[in-house]
């Protein structure tokens, strides 16, 4: 299962953290990533965090570098996607999932395919 919160409306250059509870991936390496959808545009990845072997790696979109950050909370299953200097252009619907893995990969992956499990997603949207 997987539920994201988090959205709201933002002023240009505002902040918002958006979180993801995953639950119930027991076997397996698990990918969680963030991914968005504009109107009219194609869903896209955001960011992704997966640990193996105790080493935590991240992966980010060339339009969020330096303004999203992507962390996890392993007691409370949460992860979540810091959001900076928010842009108009960022306005969306913001999807957290999850894909999993029967080995381990050296970095997180952010393409669509790989991801079975969906939220609801949550309206980010930043006004001019």
């Known amino acids: 299962q997987v539920v994201e919160s988090g959205g709201g409306l933002v002023q240009d250059g505002g902040s918002l953290r958006l979180s993801c509870a995953a639950s119930?991936?027991?076997?397996?390496?698990?990918?969680i990533g963030w991914f968005r959808q504009a109107p009219g545009k194609e869903r896209e990845g955001v960011s992704c965090?997966?640990?193996?072997?105790?080493?935590?790696?991240?992966n980010y979109a060339d339009s969020v570098k330096g303004r999203f950050t992507i962390s996890r909370d392993n007691a409370k299953n949460l992860v979540y996607l810091q959001m900076n200097r928010l842009k108009p252009e960022d306005t969306a619907v913001y999807y957290c999932?999850?894909?999993?893995?029967?080995?381990?990969?050296?970095?997180?992956?952010?393409?669509?395919?790989?991801?079975?499990?969906w939220g609801q997603g949550t309206q980010v949207t930043v006004s001019s």
């Open positions: 965090i997966q640990t193996s072997g105790g080493i935590t790696s991240t």
């Open positions: 999932a999850a894909a999993t893995f029967t080995t381990a990969q050296a970095m997180c992956d952010m393409k669509l395919f790989r991801y079975d499990y």
């Open positions: 119930g991936f027991l076997l397996g390496y698990v990918h």
